[in-house]
Every structure is written in C-alpha cells, then in structure tokens.
C-alpha cells in the first residue's frame, strides 16, 4: 500500500534528478528544445532507474515483512540541482526507510535488489540498442546511467548498498561487484 506522501516524494525525486542531469547534460544552455528532449530522455533513463531501484528495495523488504516506505530528501535534492548547473551531478534523493526485525542475510537481499534493478534495467537498454540501433540516443544514456548506479551502490561505504551485502556476504558482494565494473566500463565495446 502506498502513501500519498510517499507517491508525492517519488514523483519529486524523479523530477527533480530527471532535471539536474537534464541540466548537466545539456550544458547549461536552459532555453530550447534541447533541454526539453535531454529532460524527457534523462526521465526516462535515470529516472526509472532510481524509481525502480528504490522500488526494489521498497517491494523486498515488504516482502519480509518489514514496514518500508520511500522518503525524499529534500536537502540533497536540492543539492542535486545546484550542482547540475556546474556540470556535476551528485544525487542521494532520498532512501526507503525500513522499519521491523531483519536478519543479516534479508538486508542484504534488500540491499542487492536496487543495483540489480539497475544492472537489468541497463541490460535491457543493451539488448534494445543491439537490435534497435535507432534508439542510442535513448538506450546508450539508459546503460550507462543504470549500470554506473548499480556500480555506485554498490561501493562498501555505510550509506550505500554495497556495505550491507558485504556484511551479509563477501563471495555475493565480490561477484555482483565485478559484475558492475565490467557492465559500467565493457558496454561500450558492443554498443
């Protein structure tokens, strides 16, 4: 079941980190149809990407049996979209929130299901490119942003994913961890 508030801080989310990468990618020239398209392309791509992999993480740790929601933060947000008008992007906008008793090895699961969210969310933008070479402008932007989010998440540091399957895992975190240097640098050779 899903909150009104929380359905509003995903849209949020989404809009605004589709428009912090929109600006960032379109070099700051804001006037144009240029940003509109790099926006609708962004929305598409990073977007989903961070919707569904914080919806993967949401839908896992519901399935436990853990009370989870999805909460924005605002503050990184908005430091999301100042810094797009320097050309850099660093976004953390926001976390599922998972209350309840949880094993070691649930979390990590919790904690795995959003980078791989991403690394199918970037196969699949592979697997278009390849039979569909039309769509790079969409399906390059989408492989790249979603396998270099699985990479990111991925890293051991407390505030992303990667620490809480290494603690539930090593062989799991090594695998996935591999997996995600060789997508996020190796695409580009089939595309």
Same mark, same amino acid.
């Given at each position: 079941?899903?909150?009104?508030?929380?359905?509003?801080?995903?849209?949020?989310?989404? +809009?605004?980190?589709?428009?912090?990468?929109?600006?960032?990618?379109?070099?700051? /020239?804001?006037?144009?149809?240029?940003?509109? *398209?790099?926006?609708?392309?962004?929305?598409?791509? *990073?977007?989903?990407?961070?919707?569904? !992999?914080?919806?993967?993480?949401?839908?896992?740790?519901?399935?436990?049996?853990?009370?989870?929601?999805?909460?924005? /933060? /605002?503050?990184?947000?908005?430091? #999301?979209?100042?810094?797009?008008?320097?050309? +850099?992007?660093? #976004?953390?906008?926001?976390? *599922?929130?998972?209350?309840?008793?949880?094993?070691?090895?649930?979390?990590? !699961?919790?904690?795995?299901?959003?980078?791989?969210?991403?690394?199918?969310?970037?196969?699949?933008?592979?697997?278009?490119?390849?039979?569909?070479?039309?769509?790079?402008?969409?399906?390059?932007?989408?492989?790249?942003? &979603?396998?270099?989010?699985?990479?990111? /998440?991925?890293?051991?540091?407390?505030?992303?994913?990667?620490?809480?399957?290494?603690?539930? &895992?090593?062989?799991?975190?090594?695998?996935?961890?591999?997996?995600?240097? *060789?997508?996020?640098?190796? !695409?580009?050779?089939?595309?």
């Amino acid at each position: 079941m899903r909150s009104t508030r929380e359905l509003r801080d995903l849209v949020k989310a989404w +809009f605004i980190i589709s428009l912090a990468f929109a600006i960032a990618f379109s070099g700051r /020239n804001l006037f144009g149809t240029e940003i509109i *398209v790099i926006f609708i392309v962004s929305a598409f791509t *990073v977007g989903l990407g961070f919707i569904l !992999h914080e919806l993967a993480h949401r839908y896992f740790a519901r399935k436990y049996g853990a009370k989870a929601e999805f909460y924005a /933060n /605002n503050r990184m947000l908005m430091f #999301a979209l100042i810094f797009s008008f320097f050309g +850099f992007i660093f #976004a953390a906008p926001g976390a *599922v929130v998972i209350r309840g008793y949880l094993t070691k090895r649930k979390y990590g !699961h919790i904690a795995l299901a959003g980078p791989m969210m991403n690394v199918l969310l970037g196969i699949l933008f592979l697997i278009i490119a390849l039979f569909i070479p039309e769509t790079l402008v969409v399906t390059k932007p989408g492989m790249m942003i &979603n396998f270099w989010l699985a990479l990111f /998440n991925m890293l051991p540091f407390p505030i992303f994913d990667g620490l809480k399957v290494l603690r539930w &895992n090593k062989i799991v975190y090594g695998v996935v961890l591999i997996l995600t240097i *060789v997508l996020t640098f190796g !695409h580009g050779l089939l595309v």
